[in-house]
T-cell receptor, first 117, second 111 residues
Framework: DVKVTQSSRYLVKRTGEKVFLECVQD?????MFWYRQDPGLGLRLIYF???????EKGDIPEGYSVSREKKERFSLILESASTNQTSMYLC????????????????FGSGTQLSVL | SQKIEQNSEALNIQEGKTATLTCNYT??????LQWYRQDPGRGPVFLLL?????KEKRKERLKVTFDTTLKQSLFHITASQPADSATYLC??????????FGKGTSLLVTP
């Protein structure tokens, strides 16, 4: 089975800190994604990457950046954490690009619950 | 704008009954629709994918229908069990690069 591992289950940070969320997948997947999930808002796409060193903005990229130096690892960076970034962060991967003619599904990690105080 | 709507109210049913969850969408022309299950504190897990030319798909006690005219998918769990209690999310492909998710419907199956 595909395993997507997020480095921390729970994280508490202070406002203004630089925060790194790490995600690793072990099945040589091309695509990786970062979502955040908030009550009443559902899952929202922050960034995704379809190849090493490639990144694309999702629906809510403001305040975030990403890094994909190796195929298996996709990092989400909060340059200066703010309280409105308190959320559950979910990393996901898929084998190929999510195309109309493909049947790609996402494999998710267990999530990182980030609290910014 | 594109919308994926799922019942926000939790669905409570008795064990052994059939649970039916609804997913409606607007301003999408999806080639397929996916359903995921999410347990508290965990990431979503893929359950089923149904393509636009498939009216119905089954997997064990799960059944999904897809009506592109009504822009709706129904997700059924037959002979429901307390272990089926979770949040169920539907998802659609967004412009060929990622999946957009509905907010999910919480299902509680009581003994």
């Amino acid at each position: 089975d595909v395993k997507v591992t997020q480095s921390s289950r729970y994280l508490v940070k202070r406002t203004g800190e630089k925060v790194f969320l790490e995600c690793v997948q072990d099945m040589d997947h091309e695509n990786m994604f970062w979502y955040r999930q908030d009550p009443g808002l559902g899952l929202r796409l922050i960034y995704f990457s379809y190849d090493v060193k490639m990144k694309e903005k999702g629906d809510i990229p403001e305040g975030y950046s990403v890094s994909r130096e190796k195929k298996e690892r996709f990092s989400l960076i909060l340059e200066s954490a703010s309280t409105n970034q308190t959320s559950m962060y979910l990393c996901a991967s898929s084998l190929w690009t999510i195309l109309r003619d493909a049947n790609e599904k996402l494999f998710f990690g267990s999530g990182t619950q980030l609290s910014v105080l | 704008s594109q919308k994926i709507e799922q019942n926000s109210e939790a669905l409570n049913i008795q064990e052994g009954k059939t649970a039916t969850l609804t997913c409606n969408y607007t301003n999408y022309s999806p080639a397929y629709l996916q359903w995921y299950r999410q347990d508290p504190g965990r990431g979503p897990v893929f359950l089923l994918l149904i393509r636009e030319n498939e009216k119905e798909k089954r997997k064990e006690r799960l059944k999904v229908t897809f009506d592109t005219t009504l822009k709706q998918s129904l997700f059924h769990i037959t002979a429901s069990q307390p272990a089926d209690s979770a949040t169920y999310l539907c998802a659609l492909e967004n412009s060929g690069y990622a999946l957009n998710f509905g907010k999910g419907t919480s299902l509680l199956v009581t003994p």
